[in-house]
C-alpha cells in the first residue's frame, strides 16, 4: 500500500489563519448578534459600507474575499431589515449601489466600539513593535497571496 501524504494542520498556514479568523470573528459576534441579530456576513458588509458607502454587492464581495453568494443574501436581509438603502449610480442607472440607513448607522456607531476594543485585548498582549511587524507580514503575506493566486497551483507528483 503506498505512503499518504499527509497535512499537518498545525502548520499549515491556511487552516492556521482560518482557525483564527473564525474564532476572532465567532468572539466578536456573539456580542453584535445577541443585541442587534445580526450574522457574522451582515456584520462585515455593514463594516465594509459604513468605511465605503455607494459600493455594489459585487464590489463588498471583492472587498471582503466573501462569497458572492453570501454577500448577496447578507445585503438581501439588511435592505429588509432597513439597514441598507440601494440607490443607483449616477453614471450607469443599471448598477444598484449600496449605503446604510440611518437605522444601518445607529447599529454600527455601537458595534464599531465592540470589535475596537476586541482588537484593543488581542493586541495589548504584543508591544508595539510586534504589532507593526505583524501588520507588515499580513501585508506581505496579502500580496503574496495575491500573486500565489493568479499563477496555477504546482502539479502533484
Not at 465594509?48 to 474575499?65: K, W
Not at 446604510?100 to 456607531?109: K, M, P, R, T
Request: net charge neutral; glycine share 6%; no cysteine.
Amino acid at each position: 500500500m503506498p505512503e499518504r501524504t499527509a497535512l499537518d494542520l498545525q502548520t499549515f498556514l491556511p487552516y492556521r489563519l482560518s482557525v483564527l479568523s473564525n474564532r476572532t470573528s465567532d468572539a466578536i459576534a456573539r456580542e453584535y448578534s445577541q443585541r442587534f441579530a445580526l450574522g457574522v456576513t451582515e456584520w462585515r458588509v455593514m463594516a465594509v459600507l459604513g468605511r465605503f458607502p455607494g459600493l455594489s454587492a459585487n464590489q463588498v464581495a471583492q472587498r471582503t474575499a466573501m462569497d458572492k453568494v453570501a454577500v448577496s443574501r447578507a445585503v438581501a436581509k439588511l435592505l429588509d431589515s432597513g439597514r441598507l438603502l440601494r440607490d443607483f449610480d449616477d453614471d450607469d442607472r443599471r448598477r444598484s449601489v449600496l449605503r446604510l440607513s440611518d437605522a444601518g448607522h445607529v447599529i454600527y456607531e455601537q458595534v464599531v466600539p465592540l470589535a475596537l476594543g476586541f482588537e484593543k485585548l488581542i493586541l495589548a498582549g504584543m508591544s508595539g513593535t510586534e504589532r507593526e511587524l505583524l501588520f507588515r507580514l499580513l501585508d506581505r503575506l496579502d500580496e503574496l497571496e495575491l500573486r500565489a493566486e493568479s499563477s496555477t497551483l504546482p502539479a502533484s507528483d
